[in-house]
């Protein structure tokens, strides 16, 4: 029986916060405030303040840390976090389309799942509501907290049984939080990695590691 999709938004399908802010917003704050860029440094410093983003900490902590890690002047913290806030609006990755219709045709049940409140209404204004069975965050399953925990599988679970029934696979961008959820719940999982900045890491086994969605196998 063909799996059920559990597919992240954020990053995943359409570029998050994150991503704009890494592919937008720094490299504007860069180049107007000529700051020095070692990209080894700045790969390493990411990769840290995307592991802490799915912690306690909170995002103006985050990003005093990587600026700290940067070397760069603290109060340029505030023009970086205003352009994200003011400026962001979800963009549909290329490869998005393209892997929501091969599942369409073979006939494959998605589901959104991700942890970001916004993310119904980012799926319906780029048109993905109607390519999926639902689009489905925490904030509507009772008692789920977000990804990784496993209590976000059971509230799904109740109420879509399919789930269960014919087995789920997990596609997300986040070690931290797509694969840990993939890993608590017993799960397969692909990381889409398109910066390729997860290589060194243990996925586990059960992850499989693409720089692409249209690399993902459907079999």
């Known amino acids: 029986m063909p799996p059920v999709w559990l597919i992240d938004f954020d990053d995943t399908l359409a570029s ?40 306690p900490a909170d995002l103006a ?9 940067m ?5 340029l913290r505030d023009a970086l976090l205003r352009d994200v806030q003011d400026n962001y609006a979800p963009e549909l990755f290329d490869d998005a389309p393209g892997f929501l219709e091969r599942l369409r045709r073979a006939g494959q049940t998605a589901f959104i799942l991700s942890n970001n409140p916004r993310t119904p209404a980012h799926a319906a204004q780029l048109g993905l509501s109607e390519q999926v069975a639902a689009v489905i965050t925490p904030h509507m399953l009772p008692g789920a907290g977000p990804k990784p925990e496993r209590s976000l599988w059971d509230g799904l679970a109740q109420h879509f049984p399919q789930v269960v029934d014919e087995g789920a696979v997990v596609v997300g961008d986040d070690p931290w939080s797509d694969v840990a959820f ?9 990381l889409v990695d398109r910066d390729d900045r997860f290589g060194g890491l243990d996925l586990g086994a059960e992850a499989r590691r693409v720089r692409s969605l249209a690399n993902i196998s459907l079999a």
Not at 61 to 69: H, S
Not at 182 to 190: K, R, S
């Open 16 to 55: 998050g916060p994150v991503t704009w802010g890494y592919r937008r917003a720094l490299p504007k704050l860069i180049r107007t405030h000529r700051l020095p860029l070692d990209p080894e440094a700045l790969a390493g410093a990411l990769l840290v303040a995307q592991e802490q983003s799915n912690g």
């Open 61 to 69: 902590a985050i990003v005093d840390a990587f600026f700290d890690r």
């Open 71 to 75: 070397g760069w002047p603290a109060h």
């Open 182 to 190: 993939a890993q608590a719940c017993a799960l397969p999982v692909w």
